[in-house]
């Protein structure tokens, strides 16, 4: 059973960082684009940032461009969301997702199959 599993939310000060780790099991995402989404209460799910299978190429949506930063490590099967300068509006459910296929490096929630169930992450101002 595919199983994407994600830690590190938590209540921070705005101006402040977390780490999201985002750990999968049940399968090797290794040849796959992974992706981060978050969604405020009242809000439609939307694309954070996305990271293709070798680390190479990255995708970040504009307000969090410069602030956060998505990485991977392939041989412990773990995808990490470094957020610094947090900001209240970066308050949200924060979900990693893989892609079905190898390659590609999409941003839209459609292309991603497997999700996991999210870590919740508060800024306080």
């Known amino acids: 059973q595919v199983q994407l599993v994600e830690s590190g939310g938590g209540l921070v000060q705005a101006g402040g960082s977390l780490r999201l780790s985002c750990a999968a099991s049940?399968?090797?995402?290794?040849?796959?684009?992974m992706g981060w989404f978050r969604q405020a209460p009242g809000n439609e799910r939307e694309f954070v940032a996305a990271?293709?299978?070798?680390?190479?190429?990255?995708a970040y949506t504009d307000s969090v461009k410069g602030r956060f930063t998505i990485s991977r490590d392939n041989a412990e099967n773990t995808v990490y969301l470094q957020m610094n300068s947090l900001k209240p509006e970066d308050t949200a459910v924060y979900s990693c997702?893989?892609?079905?296929?190898?390659?590609?490096?999409?941003?839209?929630?459609?292309?991603?199959?497997?999700w996991g169930q999210g870590t919740q992450v508060t800024v306080s101002s």
């Open positions: 997702a893989a892609t079905w296929r190898n390659g590609g490096l999409p941003i839209q929630g459609h292309d991603y199959a497997y």
């Open positions: 049940g399968r090797t995402f290794s040849r796959n684009a």
């Open positions: 990271i293709n299978w070798n680390g190479g190429s990255t």
